[in-house]
């Protein structure tokens, strides 16, 4: 497992580090600069970020909160106070895990664990969403390119699909792809 520690203060760092010992199979890398994060953060291609921001300001974390809305990692961030404003921003930037007042080797191998596993139940859920969007964007064209064929030859609604079945086939197409040309072409021929 590849894991990036970002921390400006190499003490702190040093507790995760510690907390981490224990794993065996594990490459750290630590980051100690803001400048350029995003880019080294793909540069080391980590399994995990480990964020520690100690007590930062609002700006700082909103910075880090775009860092992590950029990333897609699990990220575990370490703060030493909070509140619901900062957990909800937190939350909206993809962390995984937001933890207050509670830097220590101990905790640090419990919290990896759920921050990966909540990043991966959020990707499931994800991917199933995108599943389902594009599902009903390829069934809403297939809709409306039978309207289409409806409309223009008097084809009656089995009939209609039935003949977009039939050229997918014959073309090695989905129906949506012959659905889609077909919305086109009804477009370029000046159709709504």
Known sequence: MRIAIVDES??????????????????????TERRGLVARIGEIAPDIVLM???????????????????????IAMFVDQSDDDAIAASIDAGVSAYVVDGLSANRIKPLID???????????????????????????????A????????????????AEMRKAAMDQGKKI???????????KLMGGK
């Open 10 to 31: 190499a003490a702190r760092a040093s507790v995760i580090q510690e907390g981490l010992a224990s794993l065996d199979d594990c490459e750290i890398f630590v980051v």
């Open 52 to 74: 520690d921001l100690g007590n930062p300001s609002r700006d700082v974390l909103e910075e880090y909160f775009a860092v992590s809305r950029a990333l897609a990692r699990p």
């Open 114 to 144: 759920v921050a990966v596993r909540r990043f991966n139940a959020f990707a499931r859920l994800q991917s199933d969403l995108d599943e389902a969007r594009g599902r009903l964007a390829e069934r809403e064209a297939i809709d409306k």
């Open 146 to 161: 039978k309207r289409i064929l409806m409309d223009s030859r008097g084809l009656t609604e089995p009939k209609a699909y």
């Open 176 to 186: 949506a792809e012959i659905a889609d040309a077909i919305i086109t072409a009804h």
